[in-house]
């Protein structure tokens, strides 16, 4: 069921670093990319999203990059701090309609 | 405001037997949605309703699985009887129509 791929499962950054997490799909018809951040025993909790309609969005530290000719998008994290320590995934909706990654466990060292 | 609330948290059943989790979305959000998350993926979308319309439950397992959301408001999903592999985190979202998911925390699954 799985429409959209997420790269890499796991991260390991230090205090300060970038942390990158990348997404593709396939679906054209796809609207709205979404990406949610989730702490243990939490449900997800949206953290940014974009429309394919521009090809960059920051809020913060959070900046999602998205590029519609490769059918990509991904999450950077500027500045991580061990607070970041989550999964995180990306999404994708189609009349609405959620797909999601699988995840990226991110672990920020301090 | 109150997020979605889920109940119970924490299920664990022998195989075969029944379980159903509750789900209280946002107050005036109209569409809500059941997730099931195995450990490891993503949620993955059971049912989908439109006030108390199931607009899209193609991936409910209609043979075990069943969903209820009478009035509109809160829902109730229900299997019977359980697997092993329904062993998983059940997650309720909600939403206003086209924005964005709320979720709950969840109930975890245990099927023994």
């Known amino acids: 069921q799985q429409q959209v791929k997420q790269s890499p499962q796991s991260l390991i950054v230090q205090k300060g670093g970038i942390s990158i997490i990348n997404c593709a799909y396939e679906?054209?018809?796809?609207?709205?990319f979404p990406w949610y951040q989730q702490f243990p025993g939490k449900g997800p909790a949206l953290l940014i999203a974009?429309?394919?309609?521009?090809s960059e969005k920051k809020e913060g530290r959070f900046t999602i990059s998205f590029n519609k000719s490769a059918k990509q998008f991904s999450l950077h994290i500027m500045d991580s701090q061990p607070g970041d320590s989550a999964t995180y995934f990306c999404a994708a909706r189609d009349n609405n309609d959620m797909r999601f990654g699988a995840g990226t466990r991110l672990t920020v060292k301090p | 405001e109150a997020g979605v609330v889920q109940s119970p948290r924490y299920k664990i059943i022998e195989k075969k037997q029944p379980v159903a989790f509750w789900c209280n979305p946002i107050?005036?959000?109209?569409?809500l949605y059941w997730y099931r998350q195995n450990l490891g993926q993503g949620p993955e979308l059971l049912i989908r309703y439109e006030n108390e319309e199931a607009v899209d439950d193609s991936q409910l397992p209609k043979d075990r699985f069943s969903a209820e959301r009478l009035k509109g408001v809160d829902s109730t999903l229900k299997i019977q009887p359980a697997e092993l592999g329904d062993s998983a985190v059940y997650l309720c979202a909600s939403s206003l129509v086209e924005d964005t998911q709320y979720f709950g925390p969840g109930t975890r699954l245990t099927v023994l």
């Open positions: 679906n054209t018809a796809f609207d709205y």
């Open positions: 974009i429309r394919p309609d521009v």
């Open positions: 107050s005036g959000h109209n569409t």
